[in-house]
């Protein structure tokens, strides 16, 4: 399997990426776009067998975390910062012609990307259990809130007032909320790129998301393109999970507005159905590329 590595200056900083296999005549290159924002490639790594079908497949690390990781800059946490990486690094690799998949945060990347840009050589972009508005992933978060218990939704009610996300009660309603829809707790069972140590982004994500999920009080509180949606004319794959942080409303919300436009939805599956039901998830996506190439 061939793997590079490597760095590409950005802002004064360095962005890593890494790169597996190789395009055979007529494939064109996935970037995968992570989510967070402050999250890292670890993940992707799970998607290195998708080199089988004969084409590149780029991660890498947005700056503010992992690999890229950045200290004390607060001032770089907002969405152009990271939509102008992903212009830099397209040029930087000489990706003229891609798809785009971005997953949670990732994707809404890309659907500012696609909106605001306009880029050349996008044949397709997959749209992974991401969102196209702040306030609807709120919503959508605030009512799945409401099937916890009365004393975990008073936990995290209390906390909202006192400000205290340290607190262990918190803390561990939290880790409920998000292995019910994200993904489960890391262990020593974890497969061992989600295991592997990583620069932190905690930063990154507080300045420009919140605290938690459903507390979007950053410079992306904000991020709405559900109306632009239009704009997008090139094929979207959709992908989501029955039990995902990007719920079926949300979407659908999408899905409705998109010119070109498909749907999967994963029935046993949370945040990440390419690891949840990563077989499925395989097959389906690179029937889509093979389709759009």
């Known amino acids: 399997m061939k793997v590079s590595e490597g760095y590409m200056p950005y802002l004064g900083n360095k962005t890593y990426y890494r790169t597996v296999g190789e395009c055979q005549e007529g494939k064109k290159p996935l970037i995968l776009i992570h989510g967070g924002p402050g999250s890292a490639h670890n993940y992707f790594e799970l998607l290195d067998d998708y080199r089988e079908d004969g084409r590149m497949i780029v991660m890498y ?7 890229s990781a950045v200290a004390n800059r607060p001032d770089l946490w907002h969405a152009r910062t990271w939509v102008d990486e992903l212009i830099a690094l397209r040029n930087h690799l000489e990706l003229d012609e891609v798809h ?7 994707g809404m990347l890309v659907i500012a990307y696609l909106c605001d840009d306009q880029p050349k050589g996008v044949s397709s972009a997959i749209f992974s259990s991401t969102l196209p508005s702040a306030l609807l992933w709120k919503q959508e978060q605030r009512r799945m809130i409401k099937f916890m218990t009365e004393q975990e939704q008073a936990i995290i ?48 994500y507080l300045t420009a998301w919140g605290p938690n999920e459903y507390s979007p009080t950053g410079t992306l509180k904000d991020f709405n393109y559900v109306d632009r949606l239009s704009q997008i004319e090139i094929p979207v794959l959709l992908t989501s999970g029955t039990d995902d942080l ?4 949300i979407n659908k919300t999408m899905v409705d507005r998109l010119p070109k436009a498909r749907w999967e939805l994963f ?19 690179l029937d889509w590329l093979n389709q759009h190439d």
């Open 157 to 204: 009610q209390e906390t909202e007032v006192t400000g205290a996300y340290d607190n262990p009660a918190y803390l561990a309603v939290n880790a409920k909320y998000m292995a019910l829809h994200a993904a489960d707790a890391i262990s020593d069972e974890s497969p061992e790129p989600l295991r592997r140590p990583k620069g932190s982004g905690a930063e990154a």
């Open 267 to 285: 029935a046993h599956s949370r945040h990440m159905p390419f690891l949840d039901e990563k077989e499925r998830y395989k097959r389906i996506l």
């Open 246 to 249: 990007s719920t079926p409303l």
């Open 100 to 106: 785009l998949l971005g997953q949670s945060w990732g």
């Open 61 to 67: 690390d947005q700056i503010g975390c992992g690999n």
